[in-house]
T-cell receptor, first 111, second 114 residues
Framework: AQSVTQLDSQVPVFEEAPVELRCNYSSSVSVYLFWYVQYPNQGLQLLLKYLSGSTLVKGINGFEAEFNKSQTSFHLRKPSVHISDTAEYFCAVSESEKLTFGTGTRLTIIP | DAMVIQNPRYQVTQFGKPVTLSCSQTLNHNVMYWYQQKSSQAPKLLFHYYDKDFNNEADTPDNFQSRRPNTSFCFLDIRSPGLGDAAMYLC?????????????FGPGTRLTVL
């Protein structure tokens, strides 16, 4: 069975500083990996996804993530955060038709 | 803009009183999903439809039912809501299953059970 672990439930970061949100997954087969963002009182929006090919994936709003098969990780990064990045970030894995989410990381930007 | 719409955004019901949540989509996607998201938790898949084919998750309580009368609409029925059913309910769509497709989410309906 597939599962996702997001090691940090909350990450405070100063504005314009870099950030990394960690995600590890477990699966017995090849997977697809996703990062979704949830702004307050809104649904989830896709940031980026890894299906195959280049292990460095670029997404919207300046975010990128790197797929590391040997470490079963898919960490999300941004070189310089803004106040508008304050949100909940969910990593997710899909083996077939089912998307399994991690418990989320709340990113708080400190002015 | 093509989108996923959920109504209402906020729903208050009484313990044991049936409630229906609504989802519609203008994306013309084949698959529609219902997730339950409790406070500070991950969204949990309840069930999904591929066209008219209904797929229930094994651990979804019988208290939760769903209907998809046409491609655009999908409903979540909670027959006898309990206090533990208070949550955000998210509807999502995708063009196909298979895992690689992006799921597009609506804004959610926050259910309060009194």
């Amino acid at each position: 069975a597939q599962s996702v672990t997001q090691l940090d439930s909350q990450v405070p970061v100063f504005e314009e500083a870099p950030v990394e949100l960690r995600c590890n997954y477990s699966s017995s087969v090849s997977v697809y990996l996703f990062w979704y963002v949830q702004y307050p009182n809104q649904g989830l929006q896709l940031l980026l996804k890894y299906l195959s090919g280049s292990t460095l994936v670029k997404g919207i709003n300046g975010f990128e993530a790197e797929f590391n098969k040997s470490q079963t990780s898919f960490h999300l990064r941004k070189p310089s955060v803004h106040i508008s990045d304050t949100a909940e970030y969910f990593c997710a894995v899909s083996e077939s038709e089912k998307l399994t989410f991690g418990t989320g990381t709340r990113l708080t930007i400190i002015p | 803009d093509a989108m996923v719409i959920q109504n209402p955004r906020y729903q208050v019901t009484q313990f044991g009183k049936p409630v229906t949540l609504s989802c519609s989509q203008t994306l013309n996607h084949n698959v529609m999903y219902w997730y339950q998201q409790k406070s500070s938790q991950a969204p949990k898949l309840l069930f999904h439809y591929y066209d008219k084919d209904f797929n229930n998750e094994a651990d979804t309580p019988d208290n939760f039912q769903s209907r998809r009368p046409n491609t655009s609409f999908c409903f979540l029925d909670i027959r006898s809501p309990g206090l533990g059913d208070a949550a955000m309910y998210l509807c999502a769509t995708s063009y196909a299953t298979g895992g690689a497709d992006t799921q597009y989410f609506g804004p959610g309906t926050r259910l309060t059970v009194l």
